[in-house]
């Protein structure tokens, strides 16, 4: 089973056109790009999340007080 190349990539267009209609296609498109826009805001809300998260770490890290002891 191969990629459908063709006169199969026609007869599954006419089978969509068919269940779904004409004008529910281009509403389907709309949403399924709305979709991945904020997919991919979300993922780079959280990229920046933790990016912040990373910096607020190297400042803890670079301190020039010294760690804490505990006394056992």
């Known amino acids: 089973m191969g990629i459908p190349s063709g006169f199969e990539l026609v007869i599954i267009v006419a089978i969509i056109l068919l269940l779904f209609g ?3 296609i281009p509403e389907l498109a709309k949403g399924l790009g709305q979709g991945i826009k904020n997919f991919k805001s979300a993922v780079k809300d959280d990229k920046e999340k933790d990016g912040e998260k990373i910096e ?3 400042k803890d890290t670079t301190s020039t007080t010294p760690p804490e002891t ?3």
């Open 22 to 24: 004409g004008k529910k």
């Open 70 to 72: 505990k006394k056992a």
């Open 56 to 58: 607020e770490v190297k």
